[in-house]
């Protein structure tokens, strides 16, 4: 995705937008009197969003974990802080879009990772362990080889939280997705910057040091890790100590996937909050706005960058764009490539010279020796 691409730019929706389907049992109330009832598109959407408007609570009871935030217009935004591997942040969301039946429903996706609102969950889960050369390809095609390694190293993360936890990632998501389909006229969007751009900027804003310095330590991740410790990450004050660490370490790359990203979400959830027009009966009825109802999902993590950004004026032209590698950066990345390509000139230089020796020392190719050196003339 281009850097120009991002400004004014709709949110983006899902290729498999919810179709919404409303079963018959809950309009009897209404369109079943007893009589054969005829009834026009724009009764039948009206029919459809009133009785949506009843379920909807003016106050309704939400989850700690969700933070509400009022645009200009009166519209709400329902933000939902989840772990991205608990069960109870499954139910958070569940419970959120069906107290408030929100308008649209805004998820920390983007195009790139959409595909695991398709796949079950024991699929995802094997996806989630594997990490094969195929996959590396692909992410090296995709975002360019030092962006591709991080992107790996990464995974490889997910993929230890995902073994140690017996949990695939991106459950909320899934919950999110299956929740607004059941909503009348809920749209489903994915909010999150592509994730090309995010990983090439946080490769741009590292130096050559901190790169191997977080590689190694990526690389070597093996704590163990439990259930509860994940539900603790639902807690604002010890996520703010955790980013707080790594703010010290690596205050580029905290700018780059952290506080970026709370600015693209915040444009997006704030582009889906927009007044909504009311069906008319007739092109001579006036037309009537109301104010949205949203549902974001995204890592708690990220609710307090929402907060802070929601009221100021954002231009997120500047973080969709991929600065030029530096000369440190195209430096490094020629080294990469010469040490590859030098452990592999290596590697098949030491297995040819053992696979010789050990052709050599067999019996059969001793004797073949022997007479080959027997046939030769003596001078």
Known sequence: MEGEEGQDQPPQEADMEPVVTVGASEVVPRVLSGESQNLSDADALTLLLEMKLRRRRERPSLPRTVTELVAEDGSRVYVVGTAHFSDDSKKDVVKTIREVQPDVVVVELCQYRVSMLKMDESTLLQEAKEIS???????????????????????????????????????????????????????????????????????????FWQKVKLAWGLCFLSDPISKDDVERCKQKDLLEQMMAEMIGEFPDLHRTIVSERDIY??????????????PRSSDAEPRKCVPSVVVGVVGMGHVPGIEKNWTTDLNIQEIMTVPPPSISGRVSRLAVKAAFLGLLGYGLYWTGRRATSLVLSLPIAQYCLQRVSAARPHK
């Open 265 to 278: 979400l915040t444009y997006m959830l704030r582009q889906a909050a927009r007044r909504l027009e009311l």
């Open 133 to 207: 050369l195929e996959k590396l390809q692909q992410a090296v095609r995709q975002n360019g080889v030092m962006s591709g390694l991080m992107q790996m190293l990464l995974l490889k993360v997910s993929a230890h939280i995902t073994e140690q936890l017996g949990m695939a990632p991106g459950g909320e998501f899934r919950e999110a997705f299956k929740e607004a389909s059941k909503v009348p006229f809920c749209k489903f969007h994915l909010g999150d910057r592509p994730i090309p751009v995010t990983f090439k900027r946080a490769i741009a804003a590292l130096s």
